[in-house]
Antibody, heavy 122, light 107 residues
Framework: QVQLQESGPGLVKASGSLSLTCAVSGGSISSSHWWSWVRQPPGKGLEWIGEIYHSGSTNYNPSLRSRVTMSVDNSKNQFSLKLNSVTGADTAVYYC???????????????WGQGTLVTVSS | DIQMTQSPSSLSASVGDRVTITCRASQSVSTYLNWYQQRPRRAPKLLISAASSLQSGVPSRFSGSGSGTDFTLTISSLQPEDFATYYCQESYSTPWTFGQGTKVDVK
């Protein structure tokens, strides 16, 4: 059973950077899956941030592309998110998730972390 | 980007009720449409993929249908554990997008 666990600061200052890590257990990050970040502002819906493959290839949401960097550490079986120039609008629960390819395409989120709340303070 | 629109945004229902949630895509996504359930303070859980394929372990009272731009999630007989928010999501093209959610609460 694949498990994902997010970690990182729960409070970030406005104009600073948000950095989170997702540790993967029960499976290899080098498997044939993409790994993703999704966020959810309090009381709102889900927004896809981007995805990364174990090779380091990435795809980002155009709405965040200028501020997002994702990286992968195959030796530690984990991947990371960095979001720059944060504002209050970036306050959200951040989830890491595994993407699965099936008859539903390759954008199927089949395993999720529990999520971590990041608050941007002014 | 493909826009996903769910209706209604919320609904009130009783245990045993039949519940139907609709999802409309701004362009055809074929059957590249998935449904998730999110309970309060929990991560989303995949219920249905490819518009109608029930995930392992998901009760058979859940079903999905549709293709192209119009999709439906049906709960045939609502159970207490089904009070939650439901999201549709297209897996046709990036950026992957979700509907705004449909909250099912107690009538």
């Amino acid at each position: 059973q694949v498990q994902l666990q997010e970690s990182g600061p729960g409070l970030v200052k406005a104009s600073g950077s948000l950095s989170l890590t997702c540790a993967v257990s029960g499976g290899s990050i080098s498997s044939s899956h993409w790994w993703s970040w999704v966020r959810q502002p309090p009381g709102k819906g889900l927004e896809w941030i981007g995805e990364i493959y174990h090779s380091g290839s990435t795809n980002y949401n155009p709405s965040l592309r200028s501020r997002v960097t994702m990286s992968v550490d195959n030796s530690k079986n984990q991947f990371s998110l960095k979001l720059n120039s944060v504002t209050g609008a970036d306050t959200a629960v951040y989830y890491c998730a595994r993407l699965h390819c099936s008859s539903a395409g390759c954008g199927l989120f089949d395993y999720w972390g529990q999520g971590t709340l990041v608050t941007v303070s002014s | 980007d493909i826009q996903m629109t769910q209706s209604p945004s919320s609904l009130s229902a009783s245990v045993g009720d039949r519940v139907t949630i609709t999802c409309r895509a701004s362009q055809s996504v074929s059957t590249y449409l998935n449904w998730y359930q999110q309970r309060p303070r929990r991560a989303p859980k995949l219920l249905i993929s490819a518009a109608s394929s029930l995930q392992s372990g998901v009760p058979s009272r859940f079903s999905g249908s549709g293709s192209g731009t119009d999709f439906t999630l049906t709960i045939s007989s609502l159970q207490p554990e089904d009070f939650a928010t439901y999201y549709c999501q297209e897996s046709y093209s990036t950026p992957w997008t979700f509907g705004q959610g449909t909250k099912v609460d107690v009538k």
